[in-house]
């Protein structure tokens, strides 16, 4: 899956967890959000499969509860 960064509209480039963008040396982060009660989900991966937990749920969450974004981590 393609992403542009936020700031400049640059293709970013996928650096295993994490999203890059060579034009504004930003490193980010994706972030899910459960679409019920808007809080911040933790993402959990295993054996290939990745899910999305939500902690204020407290219960797995569909790929179509959750909002992806991305988070400004660092610039390089």
């Known amino acids: 899956m393609e992403r542009h960064c936020p ?3 640059t293709l970013l480039e996928s650096r295993g967890k994490h999203w890059h963008c060579a034009t504004c040396q ?5 972030r ?3 679409a ?3 809080a911040e989900l933790e993402r959990i991966a295993a054996c290939g499969a990745s899910s ?3 902690n ?3 219960e797995l969450k569909s790929k179509s509860a959750v909002t992806t ?7 390089d």
């Open 26 to 30: 930003t490193r980010f982060r994706l």
């Open 7 to 9: 700031t400049d509209g």
């Open 56 to 58: 204020q749920c407290n």
């Open 36 to 38: 019920d009660c808007g």
């Open 69 to 75: 974004d991305l988070v400004a981590m660092s610039t």
């Open 52 to 54: 999305w937990f939500c």
């Open 32 to 34: 899910g959000v459960c």
